[in-house]
């Protein structure tokens, strides 16, 4: 059987080849010693959809696998924002200036920004979290001027089966708001979308079975 160690090296050496596209292992419903092997295997940045899920694992991991980078995927509600603001170092979910505002707010001075993708709800896409592409540039504005945040990007999750035109006109988004606003990162991409996500322009991809097999913990049932 296949360890998250060879996993892991076998999806850089995809990525390797595609340049310039950062992995970030998704560790919802996994736990914290699996987080640990990939962390041993020099994975550094995980993915979390519940935040008290990804406290109690950054808990368990301070000590022995210092240095993580973690970042929220999940959607957030505002009861939330105050513990992701202390906690996290990217939030890909945000899909609300309201969100952002109490993100800005209840960022600890002296910690460095929290890092932030605006969630777009691509065209078409089956779940209604994320903002309309239409509502994407406004939002942007808002965003890019809170202290405390550093807007890097847009996150998108296409429908299982969706069309290349879909990554597509996400991309295309990205690039109109690229310059203006100073953005990075394109996340879109999961263990089944990833090739078309990377041939279509993104810059991270969020995997999670592909490098740790089937989810194990009742995190998947709530996904
Ligand atoms: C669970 C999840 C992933 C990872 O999905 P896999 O199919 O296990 O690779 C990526 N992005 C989001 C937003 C998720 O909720």
């Known amino acids: 059987m296949a360890t998250i160690a060879d996993n892991l090296q076998q999806i850089k050496a995809r990525l390797a080849r595609a340049q310039g596209v950062t992995l970030l292992a998704v560790s919802k419903g996994q736990s914290a010693l699996a987080v640990r092997e990939a962390a ?3 994975q550094k940045a995980f993915g979390e959809n519940y935040v008290q899920e990804a406290v109690a694992k950054m808990d368990a991991l301070r000590s022995e696998s210092p240095g993580l980078e ?5 959607p957030l509600q505002s009861n939330k924002t105050r513990i992701v603001a202390e906690r996290f170092d990217w939030v890909q979910s945000v899909a609300s200036e309201k969100i952002a505002r109490r993100l800005a707010e209840q960022r ?15 065209s ?4 209604k979290s ?6 994407v540039p406004a939002l942007c504005e808002k965003v ?15 429908e299982p089966g969706a069309p290349p035109e ?6 295309r988004l990205f690039d109109r708001l690229k310059e203006r606003f100073g953005l990075d990162t394109l996340s879109m991409g999961m263990s089944d979308d990833m090739e ?3 041939a279509e322009g993104a810059t991270l991809v969020r995997i999670g079975t592909a490098i740790f097999g089937a989810r194990k913990t009742p995190a998947e049932k709530a996904a």
């Open 70 to 74: 973690w970042h929220l995927i999940g």
């Open 196 to 198: 078309l996500a990377i």
């Open 144 to 158: 890019a001027a809170l202290k405390g945040l550093r807007l890097r990007g847009l996150m998108a999750i296409p």
């Open 124 to 127: 078409g896409e089956a779940s």
């Open 166 to 171: 879909r990554y597509r006109e996400m991309k």
């Open 130 to 135: 994320g903002v309309a592409p239409r509502d």
């Open 40 to 42: 041993a295997a020099g």
């Open 108 to 122: 600890p001075a002296g910690a460095p920004a929290l890092c932030v993708l605006l969630q777009v709800n691509a």
